[in-house]
């Protein structure tokens, strides 16, 4: 994984950071953070929204549930 440093961004502005791969920020010789392409941050939340759904669903397998037609009656 590739690495910049803020002096690296302070000189180069924005080509600093590169548009197709992870990069760790570098800020007093620690890694602060890191930077991702917009399509893998997507796909990452996408995946972690999931996994909670999943969750959820496990968590709540053993509720009792309620009849749809209890809920919505036919009108008559």
Known sequence: MR???LQ???????KAIPDDVP???I????TKSVLLPLHEYETLVEAL???EDMK???????EDT???EKVFPKEA
């Open 23 to 25: 990069v760790f920020l």
């Open 66 to 68: 309620v009849p749809f």
């Open 3 to 5: 690495t910049i440093t």
């Open 8 to 14: 690296d961004i302070k000189r180069r502005g924005a």
């Open 56 to 62: 959820a669903i496990e968590e709540r397998k053993n």
């Open 49 to 51: 929204e999931e996994l």
């Open 27 to 30: 800020v007093h010789s620690k």
